[in-house]
C-alpha cells in the first residue's frame, strides 16, 4: 500500500525568506508525485507534479520540489515566501490506477 | 479557466436520510472522482469513474455509495442511509484522459460540506 507523510503541521516563515515542507512517500513501483494547496473555503488547488524526467519540478505561484529516489522525498520549496503563500500544503502519491493517497498536510505560515 | 462545481456548499442531513451530492467536472474531463476529509484528518479517496463505470473505488466506499453521471454534465455522490460519521467535507475532482506517459493533474472543486444530526 502506498501512503505520504509530512512531518509537520505547521511551518513557520517570515516574508521573503526561502521555504521547505517535507513529504516523504511509501509506493511500489514508480512515484507519481503531487503538491495540492488550500486556501480556507477553497477546493484543492494544483501546484506541481513528478511523473518522470528531472529531479527539480517547477509549478504554479513560483514554487518548486524536489525529488529524491533515494531518500523518497519530494519537498516543496520556495526561494522567498510570501504573506499570500499562507494555506494548507497537501502531498499527494498516485498509484498505476488514479487514486490519489494524500498526506495529513502541512500549515504554512508566512509572518510579514 | 474552467473548473469544478460543487453544490450544495453545505448540508445538513438527519442520521438515516438520503443526500446526494452533485459535482459538475470540467467539461472536456473523462476521469471523475470523489475524494472526503473529515474534519482534521487526511483527505481520502472514494472512487474513480470513467466511461460510465467506476474503475477504483476504496473500502470507505461501500453499498450505502452510489456515483452516477446522469447526463453528460453533473456527476453525483449519493448516500443512501447516513451516518453520523459521514460529516466530513466530500470533494469532487476531474482529469482529462490519460495518454501514454502523461498523468495528468486531478483538478478539485470547493467541496460540499455534509453534517448529520
Known amino acids: 500500500a502506498q501512503s505520504v507523510a509530512q512531518p509537520e503541521d505547521q511551518v513557520n516563515v517570515a516574508e521573503g525568506n526561502p521555504l521547505t515542507v517535507k513529504c516523504t512517500y511509501s509506493?511500489?513501483?514508480?512515484?507519481?508525485l503531487f503538491w495540492y494547496v488550500q486556501y480556507p473555503n477553497r477546493g484543492l488547488q494544483f501546484l506541481l507534479k513528478?511523473?518522470?524526467?528531472?529531479?527539480l519540478v517547477k509549478g504554479s505561484y513560483g514554487f518548486e520540489a524536489e525529488f529524491n529516489k533515494s531518500q523518497t522525498s519530494f519537498h516543496l520549496k520556495k526561494p522567498s515566501a510570501l504573506v499570500s503563500d499562507s494555506a494548507l500544503y497537501f502531498c499527494?502519491?498516485?498509484?498505476?490506477?488514479?487514486?490519489?493517497?494524500f498526506g495529513g498536510g502541512t500549515r504554512l505560515m508566512v509572518k510579514p | 479557466e474552467p473548473e469544478v462545481t460543487q453544490t450544495p456548499s453545505h448540508q445538513v442531513t438527519q442520521m438515516g436520510q438520503e443526500v446526494i451530492l452533485r459535482c459538475v467536472p470540467i467539461s472536456n474531463h473523462l476521469y471523475f472522482y470523489w475524494y472526503r476529509q473529515i474534519l482534521g484528518q487526511k483527505v481520502e479517496f472514494l472512487v474513480s469513474f470513467y466511461n460510465n463505470e467506476i474503475s477504483e473505488k476504496s473500502e470507505i466506499f461501500d453499498d450505502q455509495f452510489s456515483v452516477e453521471r446522469p447526463d453528460g454534465s453533473n456527476f453525483t455522490l449519493k448516500i443512501r442511509s447516513t451516518k453520523l460519521e459521514d460529516s466530513a467535507m466530500y470533494f469532487c475532482?476531474?482529469?482529462?484522459?490519460?495518454?501514454?506517459?502523461?498523468?495528468?493533474?486531478?483538478?478539485f472543486g470547493p467541496g460540499t460540506r455534509l453534517t448529520v444530526l
Open positions: 499527494a502519491v498516485r498509484n498505476a490506477g488514479n487514486m490519489l493517497t
Open positions: 509506493v511500489s513501483g514508480n512515484p507519481y
Open positions: 513528478y511523473i518522470t524526467g528531472d529531479n
Open positions: 475532482a476531474s482529469s482529462a484522459s490519460r495518454t501514454r506517459g502523461s498523468y495528468n493533474e486531478q483538478f
